[in-house]
Every structure is written in C-alpha cells, then in structure tokens.
C-alpha cells in the first residue's frame, strides 16, 4: 500500500515538472510592454539528461530559472534601422556572474530577434566579453515589438533559453497574420525546399525533412555546406513567440539533398518554422507555417 502511495506521488511530480511548458506561456501575455522581466524555457521532453548526437542536455526547469538573463539596449528609444547594442547579462540568484558557456553549434549563444508576428527573424552571435556578459550589435527593420532569445548552455546545467520583449519607436507597420501553409514546399534563392514530417502531432518525437532541389532543373541538392557545424540550424517557434523549441540535426554531416532535424511540438497550435542552410558560402532561411494537430 505505501509502495503504492510513493509510486503516485512520483508520478504526481513528474507530471508538475513535465506538463507545463517552462514560464514561457505566461510571458507571451506581457508583449505589450517593454517590461524587464525574462522568461525561461526548457524543452521537458528531455529532462533526465538524454542526450542527442552529442547535444547538450536541457537544463530542468529549477536550475534553468536560477539564472538569469537581464537584455539591456544601447538606448531606450531604439529606433528602427539604426545601429542598436544588445547587451545580455548573464547571472545566478545573487547577482554572480555565470562566466563558463559550452559551445553548441560551434557557438557559445545563439541569439534569434523575431517580430510579433513573426515575420522577420534574426539569427545571430553575440560576443562574449568575459564575466557574463555578451554583445552584439544589430538593427530592427521596423517600429513595434520584438521578441529577443538567448540559446546558452552554462556549463553543468545544460541548454536553456532566455527571452526579452522589446519595443521599437516609430509608427507601427500592419502585422501580418500567421496562416498555416497550403503547401509545404517553397522557393528560395533557387531552391525547392520540400518540408515533411514522419507524422505531424504534438508531445512527441518527430522527424522533420528538408529536402532540397534545384528551382529549375528540379536536381537534388547534393552540395549543402556545413552550417554552424551541421547540415542546417532550424528554429521553431509557436504563434506567440512565447515557446521556442529545441531542435535536433539527425544527421549532421549530411549534404543534401535532405536534412532531417528531430523536435517535440509541446501542445497543437500554430508555430513557424525556420530552417537555415549554406550552399557556395551562402546562407539561405526558408520559413514554414505549420498547425500541429
Ligand atoms: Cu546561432
């Protein structure tokens, strides 16, 4: 009887620490302001250490939230395309600098700028200056609000993300409505890329591929280069910017034509999906809108 009781309350725990999506959720309700606060996520399906292809752990949700990140602009009226210093603080609960990073996709952050409505994205490296600290320089397309995200992996904790609402001065442009795709296949800079999924639902493991054809001739792209140390980076999101889901190369040393990349959508909803590749030293991102059922 009393195994019984342990083995419900273990379970009872495990769902708390599993069922809910980090802070990330919550946040998404504070777009409207450029308020301080940062949220946390970590991807739940990975907790207990699991390890892929050599990928760094995902921190659990406690250690994730002992950091914390404080995003500061050079100035607060950051207008749009002009030259804006993003500098990421990183610390622990007293104040200490978080100062050992490991490199994940030969980086040490990985840092994504999304509008609200997701229709521009950024994907770029800040510099660590020592003691915490990162910087990068950039500049936002338009007035309105955005969505900064730090992808770190502290040393001894594993992966986690940091996010920051911003806000740009200026006259705000019409947001755009993010509609699932009618087809999964785009064109970009000459090539046809074809995104499927081994089968589309959510809290579980899936496969997604890129496959990649030439525009014209219709050939398999067979000469993708190397990007960030794997055959692509893919970035995922939901509709409110507010979950930013980790996301595995299967293979990484692959060159085309596919490049298939592991994930778990947490919930159905909408999310819109970057995937980013390198072909003659050229990098090339296709989005994709999904409704994950
Ligand atoms: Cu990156």
Redo the contacts with the bound molecule.
């Keep these: 009887m009393k195994k019984i009781a342990i083995a419900l309350l273990l379970t009872a725990v495990f769902l708390t620490a599993c069922g809910k999506s980090g802070g990330s959720m919550d946040h998404a309700m504070e777009g409207g302001t450029s308020g301080t606060t940062e949220s946390t996520s970590t991807n739940h399906n990975e907790m207990g250490g699991m390890d892929h292809k050599g990928m760094p752990a995902v921190a659990d949700k406690a250690e994730a939230e002992r950091i914390q990140a404080a995003f500061t602009l050079s100035t607060d009226k950051t207008k749009p395309n002009q030259d804006t210093t993003i500098t990421i603080h990183l610390k622990d609960k007293d104040g200490m600098p978080i100062e050992k990073f490991d490199r994940q996709?030969e980086?040490l952050m990985?840092f994504i700028i999304v509008s609200k409505d997701l229709s521009f994205f950024n994907?770029i490296?800040p510099d660590y200056k020592g003691k915490g600290e990162f910087t990068v320089t950039t500049q936002f397309p338009s007035a309105g609000e955005f969505e900064l995200i730090a992808d770190i992996v502290p040393t001894g904790v594993g992966a986690m993300s940091k996010k920051k609402w911003v806000t740009i001065q200026g006259s705000v442009p019409a947001q755009q409505a993010i509609i699932p795709d009618t087809s999964l296949t785009k064109t970009v800079d000459g090539k046809e890329v074809t995104l499927s999924f081994d089968h589309l639902m959510a809290g579980m493991e899936l496969n997604l591929t890129f496959n990649m054809k030439d525009a014209q001739t219709k050939d398999p792209v067979t000469d993708l280069e190397p990007f960030?140390g794997a055959v692509g980076?893919v970035v995922i999101l939901n509709q409110d910017a507010g979950e930013y889901l980790h996301v595995h190369p299967l293979e990484e040393k692959a060159s085309g034509p596919d490049a298939k990349f592991m994930a778990t959508f947490p919930h159905s909803g909408i999310f819109k999906i970057w995937g980013q590749f390198k072909q003659n030293g050229k990098v090339f991102t296709v989005p994709f809108v999904v409704k994950v059922p």
């Design positions: 996709h980086k990985h994907h490296h960030l980076h």
